[in-house]
């Protein structure tokens, strides 16, 4: 499967950005798909995570009641609507795919639950 993630860019605190994860090589609808980031030296962490109907979402702490993933299966994408950003937003941020089918309401958070990823997409929130 090939990930490709757009979206990212400069915005200052409190706006917002989409990123958008385009997908391709299989069937899309049959996956989880996650967000994490990696801010610089530091290891990448979960972001957000979405079940393959889009029902069952999952988010990291540090993101709930500001960020919302979804994903649109006719399109082959999953996305990442990022609210009242802040400056420790600031981070390169990657989607993820699963090896393999998800059962259902499945939204995985750690690292070695995925097995493909995007190139990742600057996101930089000043202050």
């Known amino acids: 499967v090939q990930l490709q993630a757009s979206g990212g860019g400069l915005v200052q605190a409190g706006g917002s950005l989409r990123l958008s994860c385009a997908a391709s090589?299989?069937?899309?609808?049959?996956?989880?798909m996650g967000w994490f980031r990696q801010a610089p030296g530091k290891e990448r962490l979960f972001v957000a995570a979405i079940s393959r109907s889009g029902i069952t979402t999952n988010y990291a702490d540090s993101v709930k009641g500001r960020f919302t993933i979804s994903r649109d299966n006719a399109k082959n994408t999953v996305y990442l609507q990022m609210n009242n950003l802040k400056p420790e937003d600031t981070a390169v941020y990657y989607c993820?795919?699963?090896?393999?089918?998800?059962?259902?309401?499945?939204?995985?958070?750690?690292?070695?639950?995925?097995?493909?990823w995007g190139q990742g997409t600057q996101v930089t929130v000043s202050s």
């Open positions: 993820a795919a699963p090896n393999y089918r998800s059962i259902v309401g499945y939204t995985p958070i750690g690292e070695g639950d995925y097995a493909h």
């Open positions: 090589g299989r069937t899309f609808s049959s996956y989880s």
